[in-house]
């Protein structure tokens, strides 16, 4: 059974940076994708960044290109999301995710496996 634990969420000012942790266990043999997802009171889960974990392929919603970074330390097995100039808009539970197989990188509905999110709010 796959584990995933997000850490590194909190309050941080608009401009500023926050770096996401995803600490996963128990998987299977081969290669996932990972992506982080969003989620703001009141609206639906928004798909981030993803990644594949066995090759360098790379998926970014469009607001937040050039400002986010998804990385992986195969070693540690931990995902990490890299956020600067963080808006208020962007104040959100974060959760990590991962499934074998996907069509759409970006879209929740496509995986399995969840973390229990953590909380990033923007706020001045």
Do not use: H
Request: aromatic share 12%; with cysteine; hydrophobic share 35%.
């Amino acid at each position: 059974q796959v584990q995933l634990v997000e850490s590194g969420g909190g309050s941080v000012q608009p401009g500023g940076s926050l770096r996401l942790s995803c600490a996963s266990s128990g998987y299977t043999q081969g290669s996932y994708y990972m992506a982080w997802f969003r989620q703001a009171p009141g609206k639906e889960r928004e798909g981030v960044a993803a990644l594949w974990t066995g090759g360098s392929a790379t998926y970014y919603v469009d607001s937040v290109k050039g400002r986010f970074t998804i990385s992986q330390d195969n070693a540690k097995s931990t995902l990490y999301l890299q956020m600067i100039s963080l808006k208020p808009e962007e104040t959100a539970v974060y959760y990590c995710a991962a499934a074998r197989a996907v069509t759409r990188p970006l879209r929740a509905a496509e995986y399995r496996y969840w973390g229990q999110g953590t909380q990033v709010t923007v706020s001045s």
